[in-house]
């Protein structure tokens, strides 16, 4: 809990490193205690997704959020609040993608 809260305040704060490195640790250890398809787990994934995608790593957010919808999917009814939190995330994330991809693009 303790490791939630902090790293919850570091992203807060903008420091996504620090935020990252927990997040990382606190998943690790979901999954051995709760294991992979626990709503906790899902979560944790989660809150990593929204710092990748600060950190401006969009693939590796994209990536992991669609292992949490799969979780969700799994586990929650298809219109429950936080699968239709994670999937608008989700398209946000691709939205931002394809907007980088071609403004790179463009700038070539």
């Known amino acids: 809990m303790v490791m939630d809260d902090l790293s919850l305040i570091l992203q807060r704060r903008g420091q996504l490193e620090e935020a990252e490195a927990l997040q990382w640790e606190r998943l690790s250890l979901r999954k051995v205690i709760q294991g992979e398809r626990h709503p906790d787990t899902a979560l944790a994934m989660y809150n990593l997704v929204r710092t990748l995608y600060g950190r401006g790593r969009l693939e590796e957010a994209e990536n992991l959020a669609l292992e949490v919808v799969a979780v969700l999917e799994e586990i929650l009814e298809p219109d ?16 931002q993608r394809e907007t980088s991809a071609g403004t790179h693009r463009n700038s070539s």
Not at 83 to 89: G, H, K, Y
């Open 80 to 95: 429950h609040p936080h699968l239709i939190l994670v999937m608008n995330s989700l398209s946000s994330i691709r939205l």
